[in-house]
Structures are given as C-alpha cells and as structure tokens.
C-alpha cells in the first residue's frame, strides 16, 4: 500500500464513479486505530481514505499540546511510514469537518503548507481537506469554498465541501434533526454555477438527505436518498441547456455531474447507503461504527479479564492481560472487521487499483 499521489488518488475517485462503488472514509484519532483503519482495507482488497476530524486531529497532537496542524502532520507521517508495509492497496489522507471557526488555524495553514511543497517539486502531505460550511448562510459557505478551491488546485489537493446541515453531535457541535438537513436542488445549482463541475478545480460534495452524526435507534433518522438523484438531475439538465455556465468532467456520467459524499452514516440500512451509492456518492464517512466496534472490543477484554487486569484485594494482576498490547490487538482487529464490512457494503472491497 502507498498513500495516493495527487494524480493516484484522482483515479480513484474517476474508478469508484464510473464503477458505481464508493470508498470508506475512516476517521481515525491515534496510531492504534490508524493501524486498525490500514489493517481493514487491506484485508478488504480495498482502497480507501483515512481522515482525522477537528479534535482527532488535536488529540493526535497531544492532550498537553492540543495542536490541530501539528496533530494532522503527525498523522500524515506516521501514515506515510506504516502505509508502506501493506502492498496492493492505496490509501489517500484527508481533513474532515473544519468548521469556519477553525479554518484559520487548521485548514488554511496546511493547505498553505502544501503549496510550499508543491512549489518545491514535492507531494502534499494529505489529498483532500473538507470546508464545513453548513453552520454559515448558503452565499457564504460558497464564497469561502470558492476561495478554498483557488488554494486547492495550488495545492494539488481536492476539496470536499457539505451544502445543508448534518443533524446530530461531532466534535462538540450540535444540529437538530429538522427540515434544514435535506438539501435541495436549487442549492446544487447554486453550487455548479459557483464553482463549475472540475473545470475551476476539483471538489466533492456532501449534500444533505437527512444525515445525522450519531447513534440512533432505527426510525430516527429519516434519509431521503433520491435527493441526490433529484439534485443530480437537475443540474445535469441545467448545464444541457445552458442555463448553468458550467462545463461536466468528461469523465462523469451524464445524469451525475456532482462527485457526492455521504455524511452521518452509522446505522443506515443497507439499501438507503445503496441507493446513495448508485446516485453518485463515492466517499462515506465510517466513524461511529468503528469507534464503537474498537471499544467495544476493549470492554470485553476487561470483563474477561476483570481480575487480571486490576489488582483486586492486594494481588498483582496479570501483567499480560493488562500490557496496554492485549488489548490494543483485539481492539485493532475489531475494528479492522467493521472497515471491512463497510467496503463490502459500498462495493469498494476486492477493487483496489493496480
């Protein structure tokens, strides 16, 4: 396995369009669950995108040092380093949900950071970076991904943006689960019109169909995933009839101008992540669902262990069961299991580029 080029990682993404699949995007915040993210796609025959979100990317600096761009180039490098020992697979590295008050001082310095290396003949250090724009007016959000999108082709990376609000809890910020979570096709309008469709520069999108970050009980969360088709659609026929000055990559499939992304996946049935998937979505996000398998594992582990791993009634435990390695492997594999289960469920396993 190799971390993808610029030019690698867009192959992937023209592979998973034209081959109806999309990739899992693992939101990773240590090496142990980096290890367990790499360890998945590889067992999956799967190419995919590792990401860290704003406080994962702190948490990786330090809990002391708490340090967005130095915890996102740390695991950049530790991923460039491991990545090399699982062949046959490619991974690509990406920033997940910067929030307009954290652009500043995460987004904008690595991309800036990038254009350095880039002007020195150098890669950058990660593929894509996402500008969450869903919190500011719709006007806004755009002004500033066009503006990300200009530091993007410098950069040599592409740009993920979210049109609508993603409901639910991340990193400290909240949405409710309401009518604003489903986008419409006037905003994918206004976003062709914008930004064009590759030819200003490339970028994904992850309209909203009533996506939510979290763990809910089933009926909670209603998806709506024929938005994207409607969305789709329109904009399609909208650049057919001259209507939106935008020009589709020649790589796209006529009905699918957009490159989508599927946020707030965890618990959604099969035929709902399906459906997205035959709309367009080429990256869906895995967080809950592997944070939680990657616990869970850790928790029976203790209770298996309970005696051995504390010092009960003054004995002395059992080293081997405590040494944070016990654990830490059935953890790994744990969540290895679940990065696989979702390469199945996107079509993404046994398709890794050669």
């Known amino acids: ?45 799967s190419d995919g995108i590792i990401q860290v979100s704003v406080g994962g990317s702190a948490y990786f600096s330090g809990q002391k040092v708490n340090d967005r761009v130095t915890g996102s180039l740390a695991f950049a490098a530790f991923a460039h380093e491991v990545a090399k020992k699982y062949p046959g697979i490619t991974v690509a590295l990406h920033t997940d949900h910067c929030a307009k008050q954290y652009l500043d001082e995460w987004v904008r310095p690595l991309l800036d950071l990038e254009i350095e290396e880039v002007k020195h003949g150098r890669e950058p250090m990660f593929q894509s970076h996402m500008w969450d724009g869903s919190t500011v ?9 066009r503006e990300l999108l200009d530091k993007s082709v410098q950069a040599h990376t592409v740009l993920e943006i979210e049109i609508g609000a993603v409901g639910g809890e991340e990193d400290g910020h909240s949405a409710e689960i309401n009518e604003k979570l489903y986008s419409t096709v006037d905003d994918g309008i206004a976003v062709a019109k914008a930004l064009g469709l590759g030819e200003r520069g490339r970028y994904i999108a992850a309209f909203t169909f009533g996506n939510v970050h979290g763990a809910y009980k089933p009926g909670v969360v209603k998806l709506r995933p024929e938005l994207l088709q409607e969305i789709q659609l329109g904009v399609a026929a909208g650049v057919r009839d001259g209507s939106i000055d935008a020009v589709m990559d020649a790589n796209a499939p006529g009905d699918k101008p957009f490159e989508l992304v599927f946020h707030g996946g965890s618990g959604s049935s099969p035929e709902d992540i399906a459906k997205a998937v035959s709309y367009g979505v080429v990256k869906m996000n ?30 002395v435990g059992n080293k081997k069961m405590y040494d944070p390695r016990s654990w830490g492997r059935e953890a790994e594999d744990s969540m290895a299991a679940r990065v696989v289960e979702a390469c199945r469920e996107l079509g993404s396993a046994g398709k890794a580029l050669h």
């Open 137 to 145: 007016p719709l006007t806004e959000n755009i002004a500033i991904a």
């Open 1 to 45: 396995m190799t971390i993808a080029t610029p030019e690698r990682y867009r192959e992937m993404l023209d592979a998973a369009r034209q081959g109806g699949y999309a990739f899992p995007a693992i939101n990773v915040t240590s090496t142990q669950t980096l290890n367990a993210a790499l360890q998945g796609l590889a067992d999956a025959e």
């Open 286 to 315: 895995i967080d809950t669902d592997t944070q939680y398998a990657f616990t869970r594992a850790v928790a029976g582990h203790m209770f298996r262990h309970y005696d051995e791993v504390l010092k009960v009634d003054g004995e």
